[in-house]
């Protein structure tokens, strides 16, 4: 998963360009900054590899998202349908929005059940946003069905899926918007950023305006401009802009030698009685940055989790008792602990859900383990590695 395995001349020479000229902003200071405009590069960079028409590069992830809710304009009293299972940054953007989270059962997908997406809707339902967890995808053939026959928005948060795709149609790139991170630990890496993606040139020309202060950006004189409405300050700079601009040259290289890892893993667990795989609607747009895997009970799981961490086996990940990516452990949320008052709306809403009943969510996250794929394995190692899993697990099932 990770870009910054694999830093190397190419980031150098792009950053050297900014510091060079001196100009970190991506706005302005036209005759200082030696043609270099390293964030527009970036934004065509994503719309070309990405196939997209319009993107907007952002300071993260989570402030993709939340550019996303206000141009497809989301905010107080609508419910935005999302999984169990994501990160955060995904209820954060909802909630920041004034709109309010609903969450629904992931399947043996790790992503959203279809079934139970179709159950959540209410009048007040705007939006449903699918999180392709861990480099694969929902099953957006169906979601999209809901959505069109709901009459209801679509955002991908496909920020750990950067070059995943379902039948040929790039992840981030389905819906009505989409989002990538660029955060340190993602497929490809700024440091920190993010990008909002859309076919609708209207949503695209507000989120140009909503991340740098609702500024106009109509001629060229920054101070002359005007506020056609409310913004904030979520710009990327010229030195992260640079930083991604030297790794999405490496996208291709990156997906084809997470594939081959990945591939050596599962072979060696494949061997395994007892082990069996995330399903993958479309196997051949997995991104491959993980490798998730199901064992028997939640009890044998745990420990298989454990023993592999005890023999020296890290980036092997048990997210059922991860503070950051599963609602058990989201007491900020499901208290709506904050440290300003939100509107009471969004608080009641929230007070009136029963977080303690994602049985199905339960049931498979119980059962997973992500086991993060590398860049700089050897072919040597990455075989070392997966006879080493393949042992570990098969002892804790023996
Ligand atoms: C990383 C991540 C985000 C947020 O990205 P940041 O750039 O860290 O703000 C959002 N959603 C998911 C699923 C993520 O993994």
Redesign the pocket.
């Known amino acids: 998963m990770p870009g910054f395995e694999i830093f190397g001349e190419e980031e150098r020479k792009e950053v050297n360009d900014v510091l060079e000229s001196g100009i970190l902003m991506r706005y302005g200071f036209d005759h200082m900054r030696n043609g270099h405009w390293k964030a527009k590069e970036l934004e065509e960079a994503v719309q070309s590899t990405f196939g997209i028409q319009h993107a907007q590069l952002t300071s993260?992830?989570?402030?993709a998202?939340s550019t996303a809710m206000a141009v497809m304009g989301v905010g107080a009293g609508d419910e935005v349908i999302m999984p169990t299972f994501?990160?955060v940054?995904?209820f954060e953007a909802i909630i920041a929005a004034g709109a309010t989270p609903v969450l629904v059962d992931i399947d043996e997908t790790l992503c959203l059940d279809p079934k139970a997406v179709e159950a959540a809707i209410t009048s007040k339902t705007k939006m449903v946003m699918p999180?392709h967890?861990c480099g694969s995808m929902a099953q957006m053939d169906q979601i999209q069905n809901i959505c069109k026959k709901h009459d209801l928005l679509l955002l991908e948060?496909a920020?750990?899926a950067i070059g995943g795709t379902f039948k040929g149609q790039k992840l981030g790139t389905i819906g009505d918007g989409g989002t990538f991170?660029?955060?340190f630990v993602?497929t490809i890496t700024c440091g920190?950023?993010?990008v909002f993606m859309t076919d609708n040139e209207e949503y695209y020309i507000n989120a140009d305006h909503y991340t740098d202060h609702g500024h106009d950006h109509i001629g060229s004189d920054r101070g002359a401009e005007t506020h056609p409405f409310l913004g904030y300050n979520f710009r990327i700079s010229e030195l992260h802009a640079a930083v991604g601009l030297g790794q999405i040259k490496k996208l291709d290289w990156i997906l084809e030698t997470q594939r081959k890892n990945n591939a050596v893993i599962k072979a060696a667990l494949s061997q395994v009685e007892g082990v069996t795989f995330r399903r993958i609607p479309d196997p051949e747009g997995d991104n491959a940055s993980f490798l998730s895997f199901f064992l028997p009970t939640e009890d044998l799981t745990r420990k298989a989790h454990k023993e592999l961490l005890a023999n020296g086996l890290g980036g092997n990940f048990y997210w059922y008792d991860n503070n950051w990516h599963y609602i058990k452990k989201w007491d900020h949320l499901k208290n709506a602990t904050s440290l300003f008052p939100l509107n009471p709306g969004l608080v009641s809403a929230i007070e009136a859900m029963d977080f303690n009943n994602f049985k199905q969510s339960d049931e498979v996250m119980g059962r997973t383990i992500s086991s993060l794929i590398n860049l700089s394995w050897t072919e040597e190692q990455a075989h070392e590695r997966a006879e080493k899993m393949a042992a570990t697990i098969k002892s804790v099932l023996a």
Not at 60 to 63: A, E, F, I, P, Y
């Open positions: 993260s992830g989570t402030t998202l994501t990160f940054a995904s999180v967890m948060d920020c750990q991170s660029f955060d993602k920190e950023g993010g």
